[in-house]
T-cell receptor, first 113, second 107 residues
Framework: DARVTQTPRHKVTEMGQEVTMRCQPI?????VFWYRQTMMQGLELLAY????????DSGMPKDRFSAEMPDATLATLKIQPSEPRDSAVYFC???????????FGPGTRLTVL | DAKTTQPNSMESNEEEPVHLPCNHS???????IHWYRQLPSQGPEYVIH???SNVNNRMASLAIAEDRKSSTLILHRATLRDAAVYYC????????FGTGTRLQVFP
């Protein structure tokens, strides 16, 4: 049963620290998406990749957030430095060519104190 | 991206059909209509999608109006497990989530 995996599942850190979240997309999927969910803003698209190339990162605060795909089996989302307002659940999703369904991971719950 | 309008919440009894409406009067010709749902404490889950014709799968049916300005997600027999937030999304290449409809299912 192929699934998107995300690590860590929970992360508590202090303001100013670097946070790295990892995502393993489903094998063979060529698109990867990063979302953030908060009570206030709901689900927001941060960035997405196709064939490892970034296509759109307009939803991401550029000064502190960065997203990469070092290889086809790993996507990373980094926050440096982290701030309390970054506290949220971060979801990764993967899929095949549009408009096929996206498969979401279980999320990383980030708390920045 | 075109916008969608959904009721904030709906209620249903178990084993009854549920019709979840979505208005999208500014839909463009290339916009697909996607439905996802999010169960409590989980990531969103794909339900169904379509372009112009009605669609059926094992989870639900999608009825699309002839002018494509509205659509309805149909759950044929609601179960307690169907209690979730249902999102209707239009897009050509990416998903932009709105606030969705929170469905409550009563035994």
């Amino acid at each position: 049963d192929a699934r998107v995996t995300q690590t860590p599942r929970h992360k508590v850190t202090e303001m100013g620290q670097e946070v790295t979240m990892r995502c393993q997309p489903i094998l063979g999927h060529n698109t990867v998406f990063w979302y953030r969910q908060t009570m206030m803003q709901g689900l927001e698209l941060l960035a997405y990749f196709r064939n490892r190339a970034p296509l759109d990162d307009s939803g991401m605060p550029k000064d502190r957030f960065s997203a990469e795909m070092p290889d086809a089996t790993l996507a990373t989302l980094k926050i440096q430095p982290s701030e309390p307002r970054d506290s949220a659940v971060y979801f990764c999703a993967s899929g095949l060519a549009w408009p096929n369904e996206q498969f979401f991971g279980p999320g990383t719950r980030l708390t920045v104190l | 991206d075109a916008k969608t309008t959904q009721p904030n919440s709906m209620e249903s009894n178990e084993e009854e059909p549920v019709h979840l409406p979505c208005n999208h009067s500014t839909i463009s010709g290339t916009d697909y209509i996607h439905w996802y749902r999010q169960l409590p404490s989980q990531g969103p889950e794909y339900v169904i999608h379509g372009l112009t014709s009605n669609v059926n799968n094992r989870m639900a049916s999608l009825a699309i109006a002839e002018d494509r300005k509205s659509s309805t997600l149909i759950l044929h027999r609601a179960t307690l497990r169907d209690a979730a937030v249902y999102y209707c999304i239009l897009s050509t290449d990416k998903l932009i989530f709105g606030t969705g409809t929170r469905l409550q299912v009563f035994p």
